[in-house]
T-cell receptor, first 111, second 117 residues
Framework: GEDVEQSLFLSVREGDSSVINCTYTDSSSTYLYWYKQEPGAGLQLLTYIFSNMDMKQDQRLTVLLNKKDKHLSLRIADTQTGDSAIYFCAETNSGYSTLTFGKGTMLLVSP | DSGVTQTPKHLITATGQRVTLRCSPRSGDLSVYWYQQSLDQGLQFLIHYYNGEERAKGNILERFSAQQFPDLHSELNLSSLELGDSALYFC????????????????FGAGSRLTVL
């Protein structure tokens, strides 16, 4: 079955760039997503990328997709303390709507 | 406010009991998904309904059941509760039934935290 793996924890200083990595196993994944979960809240969609794209940029966020290696990354430029949260990678495969999530990466941004 | 409403926010109950979690999807969304979030298992997909009909089942225990009503709200029923059922239960909604040619963007509620003692 599908599997999505993420590192559990990342710590950066305010103003630095953060890079959160994700690997997935399903070669038929069509869309890959990044969600953010703040304490006590639900998941909020940050961005998504279609599998035929290599890169997508949205303000401070840059998503890179290496389909050959099944590797997805999320880069947050100029990381702020308000970016501290858990970040989830997720994927869907063709014709099937359910999102499969990784276990999440906790990002801690220190001043 | 995401537009997806979940009640109750917190629930404490005893082993062996039964609880019902409720979800109202975002206006216009026909699909409702239930996920369970625990520290060891992460986010696990439980079940998906579209316009009142079950569309997909994930790792949902036989002690759990769900339904989606004509007004599109959904309920997740958890029975014969065990300590291991303690978790955060999320409901999410989306417009589409399947991804089709586009991304399936899920909007999540704030979750219902269940504690089984």
């Amino acid at each position: 079955g599908e599997d999505v793996e993420q590192s559990l924890f990342l710590s950066v200083r305010e103003g630095d760039s953060s890079v959160i990595n994700c690997t997935y196993t399903d070669s038929s994944s069509t869309y890959l997503y990044w969600y953010k979960q703040e304490p006590g809240a639900g998941l909020q969609l940050l961005t998504y990328i279609f599998s035929n794209m290599d890169m997508k940029q949205d303000q401070r966020l840059t998503v890179l997709l290496n389909k050959k290696d099944k590797h997805l990354s999320l880069r947050i430029a100029d990381t702020q303390t308000g970016d501290s949260a858990i970040y989830f990678c997720a994927e869907t495969n063709s014709g099937y709507s359910t999102l499969t999530f990784g276990k999440g990466t906790m990002l801690l941004v220190s001043p | 406010d995401s537009g997806v409403t979940q009640t109750p926010k917190h629930l404490i109950t005893a082993t062996g009991q039964r609880v019902t979690l409720r979800c109202s999807p975002r206006s216009g969304d026909l699909s409702v998904y239930w996920y369970q979030q625990s520290l060891d298992q992460g986010l696990q997909f439980l079940i998906h309904y579209y316009n009142g009909e079950e569309r997909a089942k994930g790792n949902i225990l036989e002690r759990f059941s769900a339904q989606q009503f004509p007004d599109l709200h959904s309920e997740l029923n958890l029975s014969s509760l065990e300590l291991g059922d303690s978790a955060l239960y999320f409901c999410a909604s989306s417009v589409t039934e399947t991804g089709g040619s586009g991304a399936n963007v899920l909007t999540f509620g704030a979750g219902s935290r269940l504690t089984v003692l």
